[in-house]
Each structure stands twice: as C-alpha cells, then as structure tokens.
C-alpha cells in the first residue's frame, strides 16, 4: 500500500481536515503508541479523535485509494454525528466496538447497521465486508463463513476478493467435514472467478491466491494447490515488473518467496530478492527472506550470513523472528549448541517485549524447537 495507494493523488484532498501518522509498530520507539492501540492485522488503518484520542474507526487489511477515503469519510462522519440514520448510527458503534477489539459486539452492531440500512443503504457494502472481518477475528468460523456466502454477491470485486479470501479460511477452521465442505462449496467458485476480477489491488488478489491455494490443499488437492501456486508466482512476478521504482518492486518479495516455497521452486525467488538486496537501503527484511530461500535451498552457510546480517539492522518482535532463522542455520549446520543458545535468547527477548507487540507465533516456533533439542538430548 506505501507504495501503489498512499501515494494516490485522490488522498491529497484529505489534507487539512486529517493528518497521516505511519507508525512502524515494531519500532521499540514506538511502543508506546502500540501498547494503547494494540495491532493485531497488517496493515490496519485507525482514525483516532484527536479530542479524546479513541478510536473512531479501525480497518484491518489493505483498500484501494477511494475505499481510504470513503472510510476517513465515514470516521469523519462519526465525528461530526449529523444527520445521522439508524443504520449510520449502528455503524458508528460498530466501528469503535472494532476500535475498541470487541469483535463479537462489533458484528452485532454491523447486523444492526445491515439490517436497518435496508439494500438501497449507501454504506452497506463496507458494512457487510466489515462484518466478515469482526466475525474473522472473533473467532467464529461458521458466522464469519455464512456472512461471506451472504455477502459476496452484492460486493465490488475488491471487497468481494477480501471477503471471500477470509471466508475461505473461516471455511477451513470448521469442525466436521461435513459442515466444512458445504462451507467450502458455496465459497471457493465464486472466489475463484474473482481471480480474473478488475478493480482489485495486487495484494488483495494475491491473497486470493493464496487462500485458494490452501483450500485446494486442504481439500486433498495437492496438484491444484501446486496449479494454482504457479500462478500466483507468474502473477506476482508481472506485477513486480512494472514496479518503476524498487521499493514497488520489493513490495511483492515476501509474496514471491511464499508462492515460490509452495510451488517447490524456491530458486525462483532468489533473482527478485538479490536485485532488491543490492538496490533498496540496508535493511532487515531482505536479507530475512534471503535467509528463508537459502535453507530452503540446502546453502545453510549463505542462510546463517543473511541472518546475521538481518540481525544487524531488526529491532523489537523482529529480533525474535530473525534469531528463529538463525537458529534454523546453525542446526542445519549441526551446530546445535549455538541453535540452543540462540533459541534462548529469542524467548528471553520475547519476553522483554510488551505483550502487544510481542510474535507469539514466533515465540511458540522457538519454544518448540528448543523442547526437541532437549529431548533429542536425552535420548
């Protein structure tokens, strides 16, 4: 989004009544802000009320130029509460229960919002897809896949794309076969004829690659996860070569390593991520996902170097995710010990981290590697 949508001219007119803030939220400077507006999805925008500093709207995921503005309208509106209808109203609470993380309450007031706008509502649209987005996040497969179904048909292909993309994993999360292929039966055509949509920002119709391509997985269909992998890669690849500047070709690395890691082809990755290493300012992000490929292609030696590199320029979670890559180097060295030590230190780190910001995913992927060493030990 930096580098195709915020620079969109459009967003130039909302200069003056709303002042941008980027906040890199794993900054350690930054932590602050983080612990009294925890993030739990990038990217997430959040207009804030600057009189009371409490979140009037929160959106979580990418939109395109006129759905940023739509949506600072729409906080802006909130503000100012004139003229406002029931639905609007409804809307509004919505919106700071999801400011507020109160996901559950928040899908109830979107209902609300829904069913009192009535189809001919201006704002339904992003109401609906907002709904999909609270049920994700409140844990609740079947609502979050039933409100996609219901959805999809009345959405613009962007909203359309995301909706479907996070009723497909809602879909994958059920429990009982039965109800899981029903669930992935109504979604995954409609999301698949989305592919070939207009409209759609490159991120979100990556993603719906990618959930396509987990389905099919899930589904027992390894050939058309592999099918669509290759092209999800061949689609990233054309995007990345109309980047004008490097930053927008970087912007599509991380996707290429994931694509080229499901295809089993991770060599192909290896060219994009080299012309960015040499091209774009130091950094940890590069040499991070160089070190992925490099495991992936049995260079343990280039892994370890990219890693101590990344290690260099990480701050705050950061740190934890790079020293989990440096400690898968020193074991695919058979260097244990220095695997053990640096697991260590990437839970003692974690746990000096706020808990707003800290990778549990990441945390947990050490805890497990360093609970095998120690029983590899005892055996």
């Known amino acids: 989004m930096r580098a195709y949508v915020l620079p969109d001219a459009r967003l130039r007119k909302l200069a003056g009544r709303f002042v941008r803030l980027d906040i890199d939220t794993e900054k350690p ?18 207009a804030i009320d600057p009189a009371t500093e409490q979140v009037v709207l929160r959106w979580m995921g990418t939109a395109t130029a006129p759905e940023i503005e739509r949506l600072a309208l729409d906080a802006e509106r909130t503000l100012r509460a004139r003229n406002a209808t029931r639905a609007d109203e409804a809307l509004a609470r919505a919106d700071r229960l999801m400011g507020e993380r109160r996901y559950p309450e928040a899908a109830g007031a979107y209902r609300e919002a829904l069913a009192s706008g009535g189809k001919a509502w201006s704002r339904r ?4 897809e907002a709904l999909v987005q609270a049920l994700s996040f409140a844990a609740d497969p079947p609502a979050c896949a039933a409100a996609a179904k219901e959805a999809l048909p009345s959405l613009p292909p962007g909203a359309a794309a995301r909706a479907a993309a996070m009723g497909l994993a809602c879909a994958r999360d059920l429990e009982g076969e039965a109800a899981r292929t029903a669930a992935l039966d109504a979604l995954e055509p409609a999301a698949a004829r989305l ?3 207009g409209g759609l920002l490159a991120d979100d119709r990556s993603w719906l690659f990618d959930e396509l391509a987990q389905t099919r997985e899930a589904r027992g269909d390894a050939a058309g996860a592999k099918a669509l992998g290759r092209r999800w890669l061949a689609f990233l690849e054309r995007e990345a070569s ?3 500047t490097p930053l927008a070709r970087a912007a599509f690395d991380g996707q290429r390593v994931s694509a080229a890691l499901r295809v089993g082809d991770p060599a192909r990755a290896l060219p994009a ?3 960015s290493d040499r091209d774009l300012p130091p950094g940890y992000v590069t040499p991070s996902l160089l070190g992925v490929v490099y495991l992936e292609l049995g260079r343990p030696k280039d892994a370890l170097a990219a890693a101590e590199r990344a290690l260099s320029f990480a701050e705050g979670p950061r740190r934890v995710r790079v020293l989990v890559l440096r400690a898968s180097a020193q074991l695919a060295l058979g260097d244990r010990g220095a695997a053990k030590a640096t697991l260590e230190r990437a839970l003692s780190e974690s ?4 808990e707003a910001v800290r990778p549990k995913g990441y945390t947990a992927r050490a805890e497990k590697m360093l609970a095998k060493l120690g029983e590899a030990r005892a055996d």
Do not use: D, H, Q, Y
């Not at 649209?125 to 609906?128: D, I, V, W």
């Not at 746990?351 to 706020?354: E, F, Q, S, V």
């Open 125 to 128: 649209g992003r109401a609906a």
């Open 242 to 244: 109309r980047g004008r």
């Open 29 to 46: 400077r930054n932590g602050a802000f983080v612990e009294k507006f925890p993030i739990v999805a990038w990217p997430t925008l959040l």
């Open 351 to 354: 746990a000096a981290l706020p």
């Open 273 to 275: 991520l080299l012309a």
């Open 195 to 197: 592919l070939s949509a």
